[in-house]
T-cell receptor
Framework: GAGVSQSPRYKVAKRGQDVALRCDPI?????LFWYQQALGQGPEFLTY????????KSGLPSDRFFAERPEGSVSTLKIQRTQQEDSAVYLC?????????????FGEGSRLTVL | RKEVEQDPGPFNVPEGATVAFNCTYS??????FFWYRQDCRKEPKLLMS???SGNEDGRFTAQLNRASQYISLLIRDSKLSDSATYLC???????????FGKGTSLLVTP
């Protein structure tokens, strides 16, 4: 497909488990963003990549969260030792241009539930 | 305090009504402004950018007041399909992170 693809769409984890969420951006898009959206809230910025470089990780809530994009296309968001407060939808978005773009193309998200 | 504040609603309006949403932002260095739309359990999608002079796209009109740090969205002749959450989005010109408000929920009823 031509859009941003995320997997898994749904993930249930027991507290303390590690999870990995994958994002396949639109081909050729330079910028990739991860956002966290809790129920009833707007998306909250987590981290940003320009190609393979992680230029901003200021939104990652703790050192349990780690993201990578080693070849400048597919990205993985890893959460170690999951906690109940990590339950949310994790949205990946990509953009053709670097910096300051209004149009982010979002994937459908990975819904994480931590029991 | 969140950088972008919106009234969460819900706004329940009949078909054909005009409805307005407001949003305030706290960072005076913000340079780019947008409205995104998010349907239930779906991803956000860009509805329109907001320009200083105000701009219109069909039934939708967006306005920006930099002095008051206030953004608005007006929807005329509401359709059932307009039911969604409308997210106010702000970013600094030199930054890359879009900051989203919590969203305003709109329900258009027959």
């Amino acid at each position: 497909g031509a859009g941003v693809s995320q997997s898994p769409r749904y993930k249930v984890a027991k507290r303390g488990q590690d999870v990995a969420l994958r994002c396949d951006p639109i081909s050729g898009h330079v910028s990739l963003f991860w956002y966290q959206q809790a129920l009833g809230q707007g998306p909250e910025f987590l981290t940003y990549f320009q190609n393979e470089a992680q230029l901003d990780k200021s939104g990652l809530p703790s050192d349990r969260f780690f993201a990578e994009r080693p070849e400048g296309s597919v990205s993985t968001l890893k959460i170690q030792r999951t906690q109940q407060e990590d339950s949310a939808v994790y949205l990946c978005a990509s953009s053709q241009r670097d910096r300051d773009t209004g149009e982010l193309f979002f994937g459908e998200g990975s819904r994480l539930t931590v029991l | 305090r969140k950088e972008v504040e919106q009234d969460p609603g819900p706004f329940n309006v009949p078909e054909g009504a005009t409805v307005a949403f407001n949003c305030t932002y706290s960072n005076s260095a913000s340079q780019s402004f947008f409205w995104y739309r998010q349907d239930c359990r779906k991803e956000p999608k860009l509805l329109m950018s907001v320009y200083s002079s105000g701009n219109e796209d069909g039934r939708f009109t967006a306005q920006l007041n930099r002095a008051s740090q206030y953004i608005s969205l007006l929807i005329r002749d509401s359709k059932l399909s307009d039911s969604a959450t409308y997210l106010c989005v702000v970013s600094q010109n030199s930054g890359y992170a879009l900051n989203f408000g919590k969203g305003t929920s709109l329900l258009v009823t027959p």
